[in-house]
């Protein structure tokens, strides 16, 4: 795990940059490309409980009591629709438990701006850990809307996962609502003029969706 900026942190794994360049390469069929969405997440879920809050609980072995731990955060995973919906199976692998809410938003290919078209949390949003996915964070304009949002409802413990980010995306966020801790698979150099990133791995929806 690698900081370059404050509040963002790098996952450094072999089979992270293995996965990523699964994710980038033009070839990848829409089934592999789903499979390794699904293994990233695997790690970023893995990353992202590490300083979960345990509780000691008693357990009976078959041999005899000791102590256990039960967690007592309750975590919510809100997927960006579409492309954060890829993420969720390979979060609820990890964290079973969690509850699940949509947000959906949608870029405008032409103004870059982020469009919403359906929102739907769980009750506990305001006291649960919450885990905004979405794969790509290149502009910044869905994650702060989706932020803006889960603020509203009273969230305050978000985190956002992603596998692709670009510097121009996390300067937003940071300056638009500092403190949010950015989780990323990848670190890509800037946006190109239609605000996709380089390198990065194309339109994250449809290659998820097999939409091409
Ligand atoms: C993609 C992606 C993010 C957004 C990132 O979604 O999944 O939500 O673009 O771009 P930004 O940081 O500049 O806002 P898109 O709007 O293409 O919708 P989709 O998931 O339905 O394909
Ligand atoms: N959304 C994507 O899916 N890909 C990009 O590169 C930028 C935004």
New binding site residues.
Partial sequence: MEEFFKDFHLLQHPLVKRDITVLRDINTTTEIFRAAVKRLSNLLAVEICKDLTLEEIEVQTPLEKTTGFELVTEIVLVPVLR?GLGMVSGFLEIIPDAKVGHIGLQ?DEETLTPVQYYYKTPSNIDTAKVILLDP?L?TGGSTSEAIKYLKRKGANGTVFACLVAAPEGIKKIQAEHPGIQIYAAALDRELNDK???LP?L????DRTFGTL
């Fill in positions: 492309a870029r790509m290149a605000g996709y990133i990065g194309g339109d994250a929806g």
